[in-house]
């Protein structure tokens, strides 16, 4: 059963990735097996699919086209091996007539809670291999797809719009909790490629939050300010992000008149080893929303990954040097 396997330690040729999802086991294997609801999340930011055929037992197969943002087909014939119904997956990806395939993938399913664990492992043919189609997969945003799953479930679950991006960092779960609270550590990460951050005043407790500007020190200069609504040390923070003016009165991006002027993010931390810290943003719009609004923030989910990949690789580079 799947407790043998998720507990086995990973090989030097397997790379993994672990998702915990807020819905039953049943909805995000429906997701993944109904070819219809996978053709809404399937594949990187940008992508959409063509279900040609889908077959979902051992042997049978799963044949579809992968289209890219730029016009670009990938063809792919999914080959199964085992199915278990709510619980495992197992299978080749990267195939089609003219290759073979990439890699195996076996995907375990359990629920907890009314929460589902997603545990993949994807097995190549040598070490080599993992490292160097891992990098292939998070430089083409890959892993996005995962992401792009938790904003399905969410939809189709309790109709939220929410736009989420997750990053495992090398470093044990207190020191990446404390560059979120820590207006230092922030100012060094956060901001965009290009871009400096001034924290200008903060105040890091429950009811208290950060005034800080933005600029790119020629022409674009962005003040805003953050509200602390929860912070679970060091596992969970919520807080409110607002454009604002000089005097902190809340106002319009200076570049979006539509976007919204609330938005809420929820950062969770979890451990992943004794120094490896998954952290999963979350972002919404607040109840005062607008119809438009909310249009203009569904239309941005391609730039706002490009955006946090930005500060994630920041991150990544400046918790080196820590």
Same mark, same amino acid.
């Given at each position: 059963?799947?407790?043998?396997?998720?507990?086995?330690?990973?090989?030097?040729?397997?790379?993994?990735?672990?998702?915990?999802?807020? +819905? =039953?086991?049943?909805? %995000?294997?429906?997701? @993944?097996?109904? $070819?219809?609801?996978?053709?809404? !999340?399937?594949? &990187?930011? /940008?992508?959409?699919?063509?279900?040609?055929?889908?077959?979902?037992?051992?042997?049978?197969?799963?044949?579809?086209?992968?289209?890219?943002?730029?016009?670009?087909?990938?063809?792919?014939?999914?080959?199964?091996?085992?199915?278990?119904?709510?619980?495992?997956?197992?299978?080749?990806?990267?195939?089609?007539?003219?290759?073979?395939?990439?890699?195996?993938?076996?995907?375990?399913?359990?629920?907890?809670?009314?929460?589902?664990?997603?545990?993949?492992?994807?097995?190549?043919?040598?070490?080599?291999?993992?490292?160097?189609?891992?990098?292939?997969?998070?430089?083409?945003?890959?892993?996005?797809?995962?992401?792009?799953?938790?904003?399905?479930?969410?939809?189709?679950?309790?109709?939220?719009?929410?736009?989420?991006?997750?990053?495992?960092?090398? +470093? =044990?779960?207190?020191? %990446?909790?404390?560059? @979120?609270?820590? $207006?230092?550590?922030?100012?060094? !990460?956060?901001? &965009?490629? /290009?871009?400096?951050?001034?924290?200008?005043?903060?105040?890091?407790?429950?009811?208290?939050?950060?005034?800080?500007?933005?600029?790119?020190?020629?022409?674009?200069?962005?003040?805003?300010?953050?509200?602390?609504?929860?912070?679970?040390?060091?596992?969970?923070?919520?807080?409110?992000?607002?454009?604002?003016?000089?005097?902190?009165?809340?106002?319009?991006?200076?570049?979006?008149?539509?976007?919204?002027?609330?938005?809420?993010?929820?950062?969770?931390?979890?451990?992943?080893?004794?120094?490896?810290?998954?952290?999963?943003?979350?972002?919404?719009?607040?109840?005062?929303?607008?119809?438009?609004?909310?249009?203009?923030?569904?239309?941005?989910?391609?730039?706002?990954?490009?955006?946090?990949?930005?500060?994630?690789?920041?991150?990544?580079?400046?918790?080196?040097?820590?």
């Amino acid at each position: 059963m799947a407790t043998k396997n998720e507990t086995a330690k990973l090989k030097s040729n397997e790379l993994q990735i672990i998702r915990l999802y807020d +819905a =039953p086991v049943k909805a %995000v294997w429906d997701a @993944w097996t109904d $070819p219809a609801k996978a053709a809404l !999340w399937w594949g &990187p930011r /940008g992508f959409t699919i063509t279900t040609h055929s889908k077959d979902l037992r051992p042997g049978g197969h799963w044949h579809y086209t992968m289209h890219g943002p730029d016009g670009v087909d990938y063809p792919n014939k999914t080959v199964y091996f085992e199915v278990e119904d709510c619980a495992k997956l197992v299978y080749d990806h990267g195939a089609n007539d003219d290759q073979p395939p990439l890699f195996r993938v076996t995907v375990l399913f359990s629920e907890s809670d009314g929460k589902t664990k997603m545990d993949m492992r994807m097995a190549f043919a040598s070490p080599e291999s993992a490292v160097e189609i891992g990098k292939f997969i998070k430089k083409a945003g890959g892993n996005s797809t995962w992401d792009r799953l938790g904003e399905y479930l969410e939809k189709t679950s309790a109709n939220r719009e929410v736009f989420i991006i997750n990053r495992s960092f090398k +470093a =044990p779960i207190d020191t %990446v909790f404390e560059m @979120w609270v820590n $207006p230092v550590h922030l100012s060094k !990460w956060l901001p &965009p490629t /290009g871009c400096d951050m001034q924290v200008i005043r903060a105040d890091v407790k429950v009811g208290g939050g950060n005034f800080y500007s933005m600029s790119d020190g020629a022409d674009m200069k962005l003040l805003g300010r953050l509200q602390y609504l929860e912070i679970n040390r060091p596992h969970r923070l919520v807080y409110t992000q607002q454009f604002c003016d000089e005097n902190e009165k809340v106002c319009s991006h200076p570049m979006a008149p539509c976007w919204p002027a609330t938005m809420i993010s929820t950062v969770t931390f979890s451990e992943e080893g004794a120094d490896q810290t998954r952290v999963t943003v979350a972002f919404e719009c607040s109840e005062e929303t607008t119809a438009e609004e909310l249009a203009a923030f569904v239309q941005e989910r391609g730039g706002m990954t490009q955006g946090w990949t930005g500060s994630f690789d920041k991150l990544e580079d400046y918790l080196a040097t820590i």
